[in-house]
């Protein structure tokens, strides 16, 4: 997605005052009843007392006051939250004015906006067929607005897709438990294994980023296809209702099979339509967790 200086400017600007104001809908109260901490810390040792399980007695605490301390522990409040965006050439269509790019940069500015209001730390990694840049997880604004100028200004990379190259890196880089949204169109394939893998140690959410135009070809007669990211061209006769139809079952093939994968792995998806209001889905997805966690 190329863009000039003046655009991402614009573009950051409309982006800050947009989240904002769907922050000040309750995004965030949402989002903090979803994601808790990943685990317990340390708080304090106190005295023993009947009852207490002896196994969290701290032992050098008792050894250096002569009475019994046990170690109390609290939930782990700080998170990380990483995103991994997909700027490969296939983000840069788009049918109604707004490509994939540009929707993935909103929401990833939205939720890492979310996330700072939590108090939170964000990071960033984006990749193609390779890792383009990698942003490690900090806290506070000026974390959050370098994450969305860099998704905003990553530029069109006319390459393909490689998921398993980017989750790999990410899992020999970020060694403690994140929040992982993983901004995608999804259209690669054998990365199944690890991302499956990926999942059983952090908490992952596919955000799957698509266009109309990509589930049911519009009837435009005959039309050149480029593949952005193989730069191969087709020639399509889109007034066929046999290629057409094909077309829409095998794009529905291919959701399902995604979807399927993302339920064995039990990591949630969040869809994503250029066309369609997001905010919807977003809460959607909050209160689902939410009703299951509790």
């Not at 250096?64 to 991994?84: A, D, H, N, Q």
């Not at 296939?90 to 979310?114: D, H």
């Not at 066929?240 to 039990?266: K, T, V, W, Y």
Request: aromatic share 6%; net charge negative.
């Amino acid at each position: 997605m190329e863009i000039n200086t003046e655009e991402l400017i614009r573009e950051v600007k409309r982006i800050r005052i947009l989240t904002r104001r769907l922050l000040d809908e309750r995004l965030s109260g949402d989002y903090h009843s979803v994601f808790k901490g990943q685990g317990i810390e340390f708080d304090e040792a106190r005295p023993y007392q009947p009852g207490d399980d002896v196994r969290t007695i701290d032992w050098n605490v008792t050894a250096r006051t002569g009475e019994p301390y046990i170690k109390r522990f609290s939930e782990e409040r700080e998170l990380t939250v990483l995103f991994m965006v997909d700027v490969s050439g296939s983000q840069s269509f788009g049918t109604n004015g707004r490509s994939k790019a540009m929707r993935a940069a909103e929401l990833t500015a939205l939720l890492a906006m979310t996330a700072m209001a939590n108090n939170d730390k964000v990071g960033l990694v984006l990749f193609s067929n390779r890792v383009i840049q990698s942003i490690p997880p900090r806290k506070g604004q000026t974390a959050v607005q370098r994450l969305v100028r860099e998704v905003l200004a990553a530029e069109e990379t006319r390459e393909g897709t490689d998921i398993r190259e980017a989750l790999r890196f990410v899992s020999a880089t970020q060694r403690r438990k994140a929040v992982v949204f993983l901004v995608s169109d999804f259209q690669d394939s054998d990365y199944e294994k690890d991302l499956t893998a990926f999942a059983r140690r952090h908490d992952v959410i596919a955000c799957r980023i698509t266009d109309p135009a990509e589930r049911e070809l519009p009837n435009v007669g005959i039309v050149e296809l480029l593949d952005p990211e193989s730069n191969q061209t087709l020639l399509v006769d889109t007034s066929s209702p046999l290629i057409r139809q094909r077309f829409a079952a095998e794009a529905e093939a291919n959701r399902q099979r995604e979807s399927r994968l993302f339920l064995r792995a039990g990591i949630d998806l969040l869809d994503i339509d250029t066309d369609q209001p997001y905010i919807d889905a977003v809460r959607d997805l909050f209160r689902c967790r939410a009703l299951r966690r509790h």
